[in-house]
């Protein structure tokens, strides 16, 4: 069965933290994406990357970083989280030549406090 | 700014009835297009693709492109109470993936 496996399904951070959450996919997909949603907004691109150790911003990458230094793996991180910062974060993995077919993790709900 | 709009809902269908969603883009260079379904409380999972005008069917479901129109839609037959979710509609052009707001759909018994 293809998974994707996000670390940490409920985080509790207060306003300065550090925050990594940590993405890893079983299918062998060259891509990788991560998505904020949020109710009346939607979901939004925060950054994606198609190859190891390559990224590329999303819609909304401000206050964001991510890491991809191994195919399965794509980390995501808030260097300084905030109150805003509060939201559903979904990872998702698709391969290359159907990037629009994406799998998705179960989802990391993180409270900034 | 690449835009795709859904209708929020919710829709309400009676149990057996055709469902129908939709969805217009904004780019007209969107080559490919999707619809997810999202259980409350779960993620999205995919369970339709559309890469060419017309349409194309899956069991109950059957999605409609009109790249002239640049419309999208989702159509559900004998619709079922477990079919009560968010359906997200999504728009790739180039190398992003854009997603609609959802539109919420209760199917009831």
């Known amino acids: 069965d293809v998974k994707v496996t996000q670390s940490s399904r409920y985080l509790v951070k207060r306003t300065g933290e550090k925050v990594f959450l940590e993405c890893v996919q079983d299918?062998?997909?060259?891509?990788m994406f991560w998505y904020r949603q949020d109710p009346g907004l939607g979901l939004r691109l925060i950054y994606f990357s198609y190859d190891v150790k390559m990224k590329e911003k999303g819609d909304i990458p401000e206050g964001y970083s991510v890491s991809r230094e191994k195919k399965e793996r794509f980390s995501l991180i808030l260097e300084s989280a905030s109150t805003n910062q509060t939201s559903m974060y979904l990872c998702?993995?698709?391969?290359?030549?159907?990037?629009?077919?994406?799998?998705f993790g179960e989802g990391s709900r993180l409270t900034v406090l | 700014q690449k835009e795709v709009e859904q209708n929020s809902g919710p829709l309400s269908v009676p149990e057996g009835a055709i469902a129908s969603l939709n969805c217009t883009y904004s780019?007209?260079?969107?080559?490919?297009f999707f619809w997810y379904r999202q259980y409350s409380g779960k993620s999205p999972e995919l369970i339709m693709s559309?890469?060419?005008?017309g349409d194309k069917e899956d069991g109950r479901f059957t999605a409609q492109l009109n790249k002239a129109s640049q419309y999208v839609s989702l159509l559900i037959r004998d619709s079922q109470p477990s079919d009560s979710a968010t359906y997200l509609c999504a728009v790739n052009a180039g190398n992003m993936l854009t997603f609609g707001g959802g539109t919420r759909l209760m199917v009831k018994p």
């Open positions: 299918m062998d997909h060259e891509n």
């Open positions: 998702a993995s698709s391969s290359g030549q159907n990037t629009g077919e994406l799998f």
């Open positions: 559309i890469y060419s005008n």
């Open positions: 780019d007209r260079g969107s080559q490919s």
